[in-house]
């Protein structure tokens, strides 16, 4: 494999060009993980609490629900999609953001998706050398993307994706793909899901409220495998700041309810992605600040 990455090397328009294509396609998969995932959550959560329960099971639908069937159709009016139809950003232009068949608006979120991803993958081949740490971190890359959309409707993290995220970041340590050491990869792994599970039980016996989900204590402890634990005091830092700003402007701007609970995946998602390109100038400026 390693000749591919040299040839790559030798050709970086090549290589950023197919971290493109490559973001775009994967940008429309993420799509659908966004949007289907949760509903097949919900329907495998009915069914275990009807057994559990002992009530009736619901009916089979006539045709399975995963990530693949049934085939991708319009909401307002049922039309299958054709493939000419589903070519990633380009077939939202050339549809002028609108079903072919009842000409119902397409949500722009979906070419926001395609184009975010793309544009970060690109982003994230430019400040690295072709190799499989590239894979890995762009693995880690589109699973941050379908967690902030899925935290974004659902306020769910799903441990579908959580789970393998912290799994994957401890063999990348382990096999030497990342560079952080195993031994800070299993700390970080540790301290980052304890910190935010103390933090939530602290918070409930002195409010009586939960301050935030599990899947946040999951997705920390991830951060910590393929970061270590340095760096989870700079990304709590940073999301618990941004999140702060946005919560301020969004009551103070919109006049949304103090009570009603905001997703916090998106700003500890957003906070990885900052650490990831620029976290050592962060720490570095830090420190030459505090020390000046």
Known sequence: MGIYFDALSAFPMLYYSLALLFGLCIGSFLNVVIYRLPIMLEQSWRQEAKSVLELP??????????????????????????????????????????????ANKISVRYPLVEVVTAGLTVFLAMATEPSLAVLAWMVFLWSLIALTGIDL?????PDQITLPLLWLGLLASLTGITETPLDAAVLGAILGYLSLWSIYHI???????????????????????????????????LSS???????????????????????FGPYLCGAALVYFFWGDWLVSTYMSWAMG
Request: with cysteine.
């Open 241 to 263: 700041l941004v999140g702060a700003v946005v919560g301020i402007c969004m009551m103070v701007l919109l006049g949304r309810d103090r009570q009603l609970p905001i997703a």
């Open 203 to 237: 918070f409930r016996l002195l409010t009586g409220k939960e301050g935030m989900g599990y899947g946040d204590f999951k997705l920390f402890a991830a951060f910590g495998a393929w970061f270590g634990w340095t760096a989870l005091p700079v990304i709590i830092l």
């Open 153 to 157: 409707d659902t306020q769910l993290l």
């Open 57 to 102: 099971a619901d009916q089979p639908t006539p045709t399975r629900y995963n990530l693949s069937t049934p085939a991708s159709s319009c909401p307002h009016c049922g039309h299958q999609i054709r493939w000419f139809e589903n070519i990633p950003l380009l077939s939202y232009l050339a549809l002028r953001g609108r079903c072919s068949q009842c």
